[in-house]
Nanobody, 118 residues
Framework: QVQLVESGGGLVQPGGSLRLSCAASGLPFPFSSSAMSWYRQAPGEERELVAVISLAGDYTNYADSVEGRFTISRDNARNAAYLQMDSLKPEDTAVYYC?????????WGRGTQVTVSS
């Protein structure tokens, strides 16, 4: 059974940093065959794409709202993806989800809460 488990969320003050992790397990295919993304959903809002990283990690793309502050990365040997979030703002408050996509299937994690507040 495929599982994506996010961790690293929490409460942080504006200007602070957090590093989210996404651990994949139970994969019937190589983790390296899948693109990974991070999405977020704030209360009352639609889920939005935050960042995406290619299979080998050589291509990344970001939402305009996080460009220059967030960094997505992956470790294919550990079946893991990460989201480094710096210079956090109150508007970054949301539940953050990791998302795995390969040629055959897609999977979502259950999310981790990030709250940016003083």
């Amino acid at each position: 059974q495929v599982q994506l488990v996010e961790s690293g969320g929490g409460l942080v003050q504006p200007g602070g940093s957090l590093r989210l992790s996404c651990a994949a397990s139970g994969l019937p295919f190589p983790f390296s065959s899948s693109a990974m993304s991070w999405y977020r959903q704030a209360p009352g809002e639609e889920r939005e794409l935050v960042a995406v990283i290619s299979l080998a990690g050589d291509y990344t793309n970001y939402a305009d709202s996080v460009e220059g502050r967030f960094t997505i990365s992956r470790d294919n040997a550990r079946n893991a993806a990460y989201l480094q979030m710096d210079s956090l703002k109150p508007e970054d408050t949301a539940v953050y989800y990791c998302f795995l996509r390969n040629s055959a299937d897609t999977y979502w994690g259950r999310g981790t809460q990030v709250t940016v507040s003083s």
